[in-house]
T-cell receptor, first 113, second 109 residues
Framework: DADVTQTPRNRITKTGKRIMLECSQT?????MYWYRQDPGLGLRLIYY???????NKGEISDGYSVSRQAQAKFSLSLESAIPNQTALYFC????????????FGSGTRLTVV | QKEVEQDPGPLSVPEGAIVSLNCTYS??????FMWYRQYSRKGPELLMY????GNKEDGRFTAQVDKSSKYISLFIRDSQPSDSATYLC?????????FGAGTRLTVKP
Protein backbone atom coordinates (compact mmCIF):
# COMPACT_ATOMS: atom_id res chain seq x y z
CA ASP A 1 0.00 0.00 0.00
CA ALA A 2 1.10 3.54 -0.73
CA ASP A 3 2.38 5.68 2.16
CA VAL A 4 -0.06 8.46 1.24
CA THR A 5 -3.35 7.45 -0.36
CA GLN A 6 -5.71 9.89 -2.04
CA THR A 7 -9.27 9.19 -3.13
CA PRO A 8 -10.75 9.56 -5.64
CA ARG A 9 -8.04 9.52 -8.33
CA ASN A 10 -10.26 11.31 -10.82
CA ARG A 11 -13.49 13.23 -10.41
CA ILE A 12 -15.72 15.23 -12.67
CA THR A 13 -18.29 17.39 -10.91
CA LYS A 14 -20.71 20.16 -11.78
CA THR A 15 -20.48 23.80 -10.83
CA GLY A 16 -22.03 24.46 -7.45
CA LYS A 17 -21.65 20.93 -6.11
CA ARG A 18 -19.89 20.15 -2.84
CA ILE A 19 -17.05 17.69 -3.16
CA MET A 20 -14.66 16.08 -0.71
CA LEU A 21 -11.18 14.77 -1.43
CA GLU A 22 -9.73 12.36 1.08
CA CYS A 23 -6.19 11.62 2.18
CA SER A 24 -4.84 8.98 4.52
CA GLN A 25 -1.24 8.19 5.44
CA THR A 26 0.72 5.37 7.04
CA UNK A 27 3.94 7.37 7.54
CA UNK A 28 3.11 8.26 11.13
CA UNK A 29 3.77 11.92 10.32
CA UNK A 30 2.09 14.67 12.32
CA UNK A 31 2.10 17.24 9.54
CA MET A 32 -0.22 17.08 6.54
CA TYR A 33 -0.74 19.44 3.61
CA TRP A 34 -3.08 20.04 0.68
CA TYR A 35 -1.72 21.52 -2.54
CA ARG A 36 -3.13 22.22 -5.95
CA GLN A 37 -1.01 22.07 -9.08
CA ASP A 38 -1.74 24.07 -12.21
CA PRO A 39 0.37 24.23 -15.39
CA GLY A 40 2.90 27.05 -15.17
CA LEU A 41 1.97 27.89 -11.58
CA GLY A 42 3.46 24.91 -9.81
CA LEU A 43 2.32 23.71 -6.41
CA ARG A 44 0.32 26.11 -4.28
CA LEU A 45 -0.54 25.47 -0.65
CA ILE A 46 -4.24 25.39 0.23
CA TYR A 47 -4.25 24.28 3.89
CA TYR A 48 -1.88 22.63 6.30
CA UNK A 49 -2.11 20.92 9.66
CA UNK A 50 0.75 20.36 12.10
CA UNK A 51 -1.36 18.11 14.32
CA UNK A 52 -4.99 17.11 14.81
CA UNK A 53 -5.88 20.32 16.63
CA UNK A 54 -3.82 22.68 14.49
CA UNK A 55 -5.15 23.73 11.08
CA ASN A 56 -3.90 26.70 9.11
CA LYS A 57 -4.75 28.45 5.87
CA GLY A 58 -2.27 28.43 3.04
CA GLU A 59 -1.88 30.94 0.23
CA ILE A 60 -5.05 29.99 -1.67
CA SER A 61 -7.62 28.81 0.91
CA ASP A 62 -10.66 30.74 -0.38
CA GLY A 63 -13.39 28.34 -1.52
CA TYR A 64 -11.86 25.39 0.34
CA SER A 65 -12.18 23.89 3.82
CA VAL A 66 -10.44 21.00 5.54
CA SER A 67 -10.96 18.51 8.33
CA ARG A 68 -8.29 16.59 10.24
CA GLN A 69 -10.22 13.59 11.50
CA ALA A 70 -7.20 11.79 12.95
CA GLN A 71 -3.43 11.91 12.76
CA ALA A 72 -3.61 9.80 9.63
CA LYS A 73 -6.55 11.46 7.85
CA PHE A 74 -6.91 14.89 6.30
CA SER A 75 -9.76 15.75 3.95
CA LEU A 76 -10.27 18.73 1.64
CA SER A 77 -13.71 20.04 0.72
CA LEU A 78 -14.82 22.36 -2.05
CA GLU A 79 -17.98 23.89 -0.66
CA SER A 80 -19.41 25.04 -3.99
CA ALA A 81 -17.18 23.96 -6.86
CA ILE A 82 -16.38 26.41 -9.66
CA PRO A 83 -14.60 25.79 -12.98
CA ASN A 84 -11.36 27.55 -11.97
CA GLN A 85 -10.94 24.94 -9.25
CA THR A 86 -10.22 22.43 -12.00
CA ALA A 87 -6.72 21.24 -11.13
CA LEU A 88 -4.57 18.42 -9.85
CA TYR A 89 -4.77 18.17 -6.04
CA PHE A 90 -2.06 16.63 -3.88
CA CYS A 91 -1.95 15.65 -0.26
CA UNK A 92 1.49 15.53 1.38
CA UNK A 93 2.94 14.65 4.77
CA UNK A 94 6.12 15.43 6.66
CA UNK A 95 7.66 14.96 10.06
CA UNK A 96 8.42 17.97 12.25
CA UNK A 97 11.54 18.70 10.22
CA UNK A 98 9.83 19.63 7.01
CA UNK A 99 13.21 20.36 5.48
CA UNK A 100 13.82 16.64 5.03
CA UNK A 101 11.13 16.69 2.39
CA UNK A 102 7.50 15.81 1.93
CA UNK A 103 5.84 12.55 0.90
CA PHE A 104 3.14 13.12 -1.68
CA GLY A 105 0.12 11.10 -2.67
CA SER A 106 -0.62 10.25 -6.30
CA GLY A 107 -3.07 13.09 -6.65
CA THR A 108 -6.70 13.69 -7.52
CA ARG A 109 -7.50 15.10 -10.94
CA LEU A 110 -10.59 17.25 -10.45
CA THR A 111 -12.62 18.70 -13.29
CA VAL A 112 -15.44 21.14 -12.59
CA VAL A 113 -17.84 21.59 -15.52
CA GLN B 1 8.59 37.74 -7.80
CA LYS B 2 8.16 34.13 -6.78
CA GLU B 3 10.30 32.95 -3.88
CA VAL B 4 11.67 30.07 -5.94
CA GLU B 5 12.20 30.59 -9.66
CA GLN B 6 12.73 27.73 -12.07
CA ASP B 7 13.04 27.68 -15.84
CA PRO B 8 10.05 25.62 -17.06
CA GLY B 9 11.86 24.33 -20.14
CA PRO B 10 11.04 22.06 -21.82
CA LEU B 11 14.50 20.55 -22.00
CA SER B 12 15.30 17.76 -24.45
CA VAL B 13 18.61 15.87 -24.43
CA PRO B 14 19.99 12.68 -26.01
CA GLU B 15 20.50 9.60 -23.90
CA GLY B 16 23.82 9.68 -22.06
CA ALA B 17 24.00 13.47 -21.85
CA ILE B 18 24.72 15.39 -18.66
CA VAL B 19 21.67 17.36 -17.60
CA SER B 20 21.83 20.55 -15.57
CA LEU B 21 18.68 21.88 -13.89
CA ASN B 22 18.72 25.15 -12.00
CA CYS B 23 16.70 27.30 -9.63
CA THR B 24 17.13 30.54 -7.78
CA TYR B 25 15.50 31.57 -4.51
CA SER B 26 15.06 34.87 -2.72
CA UNK B 27 14.44 34.11 0.98
CA UNK B 28 17.62 33.99 3.06
CA UNK B 29 15.74 32.03 5.77
CA UNK B 30 15.68 28.94 3.57
CA UNK B 31 18.00 26.30 5.02
CA UNK B 32 17.01 23.07 3.28
CA PHE B 33 16.89 22.52 -0.45
CA MET B 34 15.21 19.68 -2.24
CA TRP B 35 14.70 18.18 -5.66
CA TYR B 36 11.58 16.21 -6.57
CA ARG B 37 10.86 14.17 -9.69
CA GLN B 38 7.31 13.97 -10.99
CA TYR B 39 6.24 11.52 -13.66
CA SER B 40 3.10 12.20 -15.66
CA ARG B 41 -0.08 11.65 -13.63
CA LYS B 42 1.91 10.91 -10.49
CA GLY B 43 2.77 12.82 -7.33
CA PRO B 44 6.18 14.43 -6.79
CA GLU B 45 8.77 12.03 -5.43
CA LEU B 46 11.64 13.30 -3.28
CA LEU B 47 15.00 12.69 -4.97
CA MET B 48 17.29 14.29 -2.43
CA TYR B 49 17.62 17.10 0.05
CA UNK B 50 20.59 19.24 1.04
CA UNK B 51 21.16 21.29 4.14
CA UNK B 52 22.84 24.67 3.63
CA UNK B 53 25.55 25.08 0.98
CA GLY B 54 27.49 22.28 -0.62
CA ASN B 55 27.13 19.20 -2.78
CA LYS B 56 25.32 15.93 -2.26
CA GLU B 57 25.63 12.94 -4.56
CA ASP B 58 23.30 9.97 -4.97
CA GLY B 59 24.18 7.67 -7.82
CA ARG B 60 23.87 9.58 -11.08
CA PHE B 61 22.34 12.60 -9.33
CA THR B 62 24.25 15.48 -7.73
CA ALA B 63 22.57 18.37 -5.93
CA GLN B 64 24.48 21.60 -5.44
CA VAL B 65 23.56 24.63 -3.35
CA ASP B 66 25.33 27.99 -3.29
CA LYS B 67 23.72 30.11 -0.56
CA SER B 68 25.88 33.12 -1.35
CA SER B 69 24.25 33.42 -4.77
CA LYS B 70 20.95 31.72 -3.77
CA TYR B 71 21.40 29.17 -6.54
CA ILE B 72 20.27 25.53 -6.55
CA SER B 73 21.34 22.97 -9.14
CA LEU B 74 20.69 19.33 -9.98
CA PHE B 75 23.04 17.42 -12.28
CA ILE B 76 22.09 14.13 -13.87
CA ARG B 77 24.95 12.11 -15.34
CA ASP B 78 24.50 9.48 -18.06
CA SER B 79 20.86 10.47 -18.49
CA GLN B 80 18.39 7.70 -19.35
CA PRO B 81 14.98 7.76 -21.04
CA SER B 82 13.53 6.76 -17.65
CA ASP B 83 14.73 10.14 -16.32
CA SER B 84 12.12 11.84 -18.52
CA ALA B 85 9.90 13.67 -16.05
CA THR B 86 9.25 17.07 -14.54
CA TYR B 87 11.80 18.11 -11.91
CA LEU B 88 10.78 20.48 -9.12
CA CYS B 89 13.18 22.32 -6.87
CA UNK B 90 12.04 23.38 -3.40
CA UNK B 91 13.37 25.39 -0.49
CA UNK B 92 12.38 25.15 3.18
CA UNK B 93 12.90 27.38 6.20
CA UNK B 94 10.88 28.46 9.27
CA UNK B 95 8.19 25.85 8.51
CA UNK B 96 7.71 27.33 5.05
CA UNK B 97 8.19 25.18 1.91
CA UNK B 98 8.30 26.86 -1.50
CA PHE B 99 8.35 25.02 -4.79
CA GLY B 100 9.59 26.00 -8.21
CA ALA B 101 7.15 25.55 -11.08
CA GLY B 102 9.11 22.57 -12.44
CA THR B 103 11.26 21.86 -15.51
CA ARG B 104 10.04 19.25 -17.96
CA LEU B 105 12.89 17.01 -19.13
CA THR B 106 12.82 14.56 -22.04
CA VAL B 107 15.71 12.16 -22.60
CA LYS B 108 15.61 10.75 -26.13
CA PRO B 109 16.93 7.23 -26.86
Amino acid sequence: DADVTQTPRNRITKTGKRIMLECSQTKGHDRMYWYRQDPGLGLRLIYYSFDVKDINKGEISDGYSVSRQAQAKFSLSLESAIPNQTALYFCATSDSTGGYGYTFGSGTRLTVV
Amino acid sequence: QKEVEQDPGPLSVPEGAIVSLNCTYSNSAFQYFMWYRQYSRKGPELLMYTYSSGNKEDGRFTAQVDKSSKYISLFIRDSQPSDSATYLCASWGDNDMRFGAGTRLTVKP
